[in-house]
């Protein structure tokens, strides 16, 4: 228990020792706790609670109790009409409230608890947040008399300042963590597997390797050509797996000069080079925890090749300028349009390198080789560019499906994406009509668009489709021209409606 002010001395201690609790903990519950056990032991009182504002404000219960200390459920219940109107004056004012003795008291002594529970001295100090009252500490005793002196009002005071500063600290961080909980949820629908459409036998094999590997750390090499959705398949990756809380961090190989590049993957010291006013950590260390995804990998020189090399096989980037290394802990994941074992046999890329680049290697198929993947990703494109005011556009004509399956899609998903966005602002009704989609007419001596990937049925169906359209829409000469019967088009046409 603190003594007056001449013993500045403990009461400097007593508020450090309270500084120090409140910095120790970090929910807004923890707070109010270190504050309530801190206000008691240092002045000695028996009894005490702290209240805050409720949501609502000035409704029939502006303020609810929050924490308590030493009260049985009926004696809390049988001091709130005294709390009541000591806080509400306390708010009213903004100056804190002792009593001395309550039962000789003007204005609290007939109050029915003072008499039932013997209270015998009262103080209760505001909690004040940037001028706005959030609040009160109250605080009695019930054995002694004149507990509470105004000796102790400047220290009441500043104990209640520090908690309103620490629960508004408590509460940001609260909030904040939150919110990180929600963006990591929201990224982890956004990037997860969901993301990733398909159902052709390429797209399940790739499903499956990426479940194999998703809870080990070792490196992954995405190959697959332009616009195939290989960061995608790297975030899936990192959010599907162990790291999803740790960063993610991705780079273009191919955006930078080398000397920038080099600082952007591993930092630099101040003074290392023209322009570096202050230290900078790169991006292996900012994904410390998580996940570096380096996209055409194939672009680096050979000087950053032996750079990424050397972390890969001691897990330390040395910044530049710098003469130690690092410690970092990421996965890297690596992607590239063109083979790297072929740039390994042209000469331009380290085949060491390689090695420890492709434990688990994944390719991408191009879009053409997918089948009916084209169809199902254009819808789910459609159902994510449909909206707001062009809600109304929900489905694709058959000579609009047709159009996407025949176009050989050298953009691949990127450019389907691009090209049913484009459709949905175009069309006019509620369905998306093949010029909508604004894609080149084939040409006229164009073959059979089969690709390596397709099954049986993928290929009859592209046979029928195209050979169909060719014939204008007429079902017998479809069928004279594919040698079939003309029951047998119309059985086809009739299943793949239903589907």
């Known amino acids: 228990m603190i003594g007056p002010p001449a013993d500045a001395q403990h009461v400097l201690a007593a508020l450090s020792e309270i500084a120090a609790a409140l910095n120790s903990v970090r929910e807004p519950a923890a707070v109010l706790d270190v504050v309530l056990d801190a206000a008691l032991d240092a002045l000695g009182a ?38 009541t109107s000591v806080v509400q004056e306390v708010l009213r004012t903004g100056e804190p409230v002792l009593v001395f003795e309550a039962g000789a008291d003007e204005r609290y002594g007939g109050i029915e608890s003072v008499v039932l529970q013997h209270i015998q001295s009262i103080a209760c100090v505001p909690l004040r947040l940037r001028g706005k009252q959030i609040g009160a500490v109250y605080l009695d005793a019930v054995k002694t008399r004149g507990r509470f002196t105004r000796d102790h009002l400047p220290f009441l005071r500043a104990v209640a300042d520090q908690a309103a500063i620490a629960l508004d600290s408590a509460r940001r961080e609260a909030a904040l963590r939150e919110e990180n909980r929600r963006l990591l949820a929201e990224a982890r629908n956004r990037h997860g597997f969901s993301e990733i459409v398909g159902t052709s ?107 990424l090399l050397r972390v890969l096989q001691t897990g330390e980037v040395r910044r530049v300028g710098d003469t130690s290394g690092r410690r970092v802990d990421v996965r890297v994941v690596s992607a590239t349009n063109r083979p790297l074992s072929d740039l390994v046999e042209d000469g331009t890329f380290r085949e060491d390198l390689l090695y420890r680049l492709n434990t688990i290697q994944v390719e991408l198929p191009p879009l053409r080789q997918r089948g009916d993947d084209i169809v199902l990703l254009a819808t789910h494109f459609l159902d994510r560019f449909a909206t707001g005011p062009r809600a109304h556009v929900n489905t694709f004509t058959p000579e609009a499906l047709s159009a996407l399956r025949r176009h050989r899609w050298p953009g691949n998903v990127r450019e389907l994406e691009g090209a049913i966005e484009r459709a949905v602002v175009l069309a006019r009704g509620a369905r998306v009509e093949a010029a909508d989609l604004r894609l080149p007419e084939p040409a006229a001596d164009d073959a059979l668009q089969i690709a390596p990937g397709m099954t049986m049925k993928e290929v009859e169906r592209l046979a029928v489709e195209q050979t169909l359209e060719a014939c204008e829409g007429n079902v017998s000469a479809t069928a004279r021209t594919l040698g079939v019967s003309r029951r047998w088009v119309q059985y086809r046409l009739k299943e793949w409606a239903e589907a």
Do not use: W
Request: proline residues 5%; glycine residues 14%.
């Open 46 to 83: 028996e009894r005490g609670f702290v209240l805050l504002e409720t949501e609502e404000g000035g409704g029939a219960a502006p303020f609810e109790v929050r924490a308590q200390r030493n009260f049985s459920g009926e004696e809390l219940d049988g001091v709130r009409p005294l709390s």
């Open 201 to 307: 036998p390429a797209m399940e094999a790739l499903f499956e390797t990426m479940q194999r590997v998703l809870d080990t750390d070792a490196t992954v090499l995405i190959e697959g050509e332009t616009g195939t959705g290989k960061e995608l398949v790297a975030r899936a990756l990192h959010y599907e797996g162990p790291r999803a809380d740790g960063p993610f961090v991705a780079l273009f190989c191919g955006s930078l000069p080398d000397e920038l590049l080099e600082s952007e993957l591993f930092g630099h010291r101040k003074g290392a080079f023209t322009g570096a006013v202050a230290d900078k950590r790169g991006l292996f260390e900012a994904a410390d925890g998580g996940t570096v995804f380096l996209d055409e990998v194939g672009d680096l020189s050979p000087k950053l090749q032996t750079a």
